[in-house]
């Protein structure tokens, strides 16, 4: 049964309600293919790092791979490389992968040292649903995520049965849920995780939003058929969408901050230990709350308290 089935006034677009379930399934056969031929580089022990560590599966260039289209998290390891890691006598190659399955894969088989892409909500659905193994080390940066809208002004004088655009997986759905629950648009039932919320879980829903569901950085193409949507503002800075459009920016709540993850069987490989060092250098939070960079501003904030 589809998250969407019992609530009225829910509708789906693109890879919406009925079709998560296949998504996930899709998600694991795919992840099968892909963990064969990472399996297969690491078998005949290519490894393409910069220089030699004794005792480590990694060299001195540290290859971390990001989602391919956030300009932002390229700006970020970006920056670690120019000004945090040659402390620590070691590089940062940033590898752009739009495909999470195959990114997520490459990092668990000691491909890439790490990945940014996700929080641990998106983690534990991945680990979950395909096997593979991958640890979080800890939380180096929040992204923003916002209400946008180009049919109303603001956020506080909502139609009634306004249409709300909202990411499609389980994980960026119950984020978005979440923002319209802190900010009083709607209630959960009692007892619900916010982090795991569907629209099953709302108890009240004083407004009759209704809710369509849109394909992951889909958010600024949806704009003109819907009300609202929720998604990361870096979707929308990357395709110029006016800052004017942008209607409510809660905090991101500290659940969903972007994670520095690795392959459960490098935890304690000694390369990693220098790769903590770098990502949570206090220098680093201190640069995402000051800088003025346009690729990040806005769109990467520093690690939230809660």
Do not use: C
Request: aromatic residues 10%; proline residues 6%; charged residues 20%.
């Amino acid at each position: 049964m589809s998250l969407t089935d019992n609530l009225p006034g829910v509708e789906d677009l693109d890879l919406g309600g009925r079709n998560r379930k296949k998504l996930i399934v899709a998600i694991a056969a795919t992840i099968a293919v892909i963990a064969a031929g990472v399996g297969l580089w690491a078998f005949l022990g290519k490894d393409d790092s910069k220089g030699s560590v004794k005792g480590s599966h990694f060299g001195t260039e540290f290859q971390i791979a990001y989602q391919a289209s956030s300009a932002s998290e390229q700006a970020f390891l970006e920056y670690l490389d120019r000004e945090i890691a040659p402390s620590y006598g070691v590089t940062i190659k940033p590898v752009g992968i739009e495909d999470g399955n195959q990114l997520d894969a490459a990092t668990a088989n000691g491909q890439y040292i790490a990945n940014i892409y996700q929080h641990s909500h998106w983690l534990k659905q991945v680990t979950s649903s395909t096997g593979l193994e991958l640890t979080a080390l800890g939380p180096v940066f929040q992204w923003a995520y916002s209400v946008y809208s180009a049919q109303h002004k603001d956020f506080t004088s909502i139609p009634d049965g306004a249409t709300v655009a909202l990411l499609n997986d389980p994980a960026n759905t119950a984020q978005a849920l979440w923002i319209l629950e802190r900010n009083g648009t709607i209630t959960f039932k009692p007892g619900v995780d916010p982090g795991e919320a569907t629209v099953d879980d709302i108890a009240a829903n004083p407004h009759h939003l209704k809710f369509q569901f849109i394909a992951y950085g889909s958010g600024p193409r949806a704009l003109p058929s819907v009300d609202y949507v929720i998604d990361y503002n870096m979707s929308f800075v990357d395709a110029g969408t006016p800052d004017s459009e942008r209607v409510l920016a809660p905090a991101a709540p500290l659940d969903f901050a972007g994670q520095l993850v690795v392959g459960t069987k490098y935890v304690d490989d000694p390369q990693v230990a220098v790769l903590k060092k770098i990502f949570f250098d206090p220098k680093v939070q201190t640069y995402l709350k000051t800088n003025t960079e346009k690729a990040l501003q806005g769109q990467l904030a520093p690690v939230s308290a809660n």
